[in-house]
């Protein structure tokens, strides 16, 4: 599936802000895969992602990880091994609201990561977090099953599939 956030922003023009909503950019752009889209399922966390390696070990199959880790720059939230994980178990692809690690080993992967910045620490192990809830980072609401859409150019969030 090829597309450009661009072109679809002029295509959908008149959704804009209502169906089609453009996140802030405020995103850095890591791992192999320039461009991905796909279903969104959420996952809000705080500085602990044992939950992201339970949801990329489920089939990720056309589906786009979006993880409200609460913006914090204090450890990361993804690293190699996640996203070897993703990569392996069909992922397009992860935004992160906070950091991830290992970023130059991501870079090899084909998968599609957003973060805020990377950081080398590691995170606490305490399994705690919320699963399916509507998230609100970067100017827009993210809710499980609609879609997301990144490229060079940014991040588009739609209510109904684009392309």
Not at 55 to 67: A, S, Y
Not at 74 to 87: E, F, S, T
Request: charged fraction near 25%; charge should be negative; include cysteine.
């Amino acid at each position: 599936m090829s597309f450009k956030t661009p072109d679809l922003c002029d295509q959908f023009e008149a959704e804009l802000g209502k169906t089609v909503r453009v996140v802030a950019p405020m995103f850095q752009r890591y791992g192999a895969r320039t461009a991905f889209s796909g279903e969104i399922v959420t996952l809000k966390i705080f500085e602990d992602n044992t939950l992201v390696r339970e949801i990329f070990n489920e089939n990720g199959q056309g589906k786009v990880l979006v993880i409200d880790g609460g913006g914090s720059l204090r450890c990361a939230l993804v690293g190699d091994q996640l996203a070897i994980l993703a990569h392996k178990n069909g992922w397009e692809g992860v935004v992160v609201y906070g950091c991830i690690r290992d970023s130059g080993d991501i870079n090899g992967i084909d998968i599609g990561v957003r973060a805020l910045n990377t950081h080398p620490q590691k995170t606490v192990k305490k399994g705690i977090g919320d699963r399916h809830l509507a998230l609100t980072f970067g100017g827009v609401t993210f809710a499980p099953g609609e879609y997301l859409y990144a490229d060079e150019d940014g991040v588009l969030v739609s209510s109904k599939p684009l392309v």
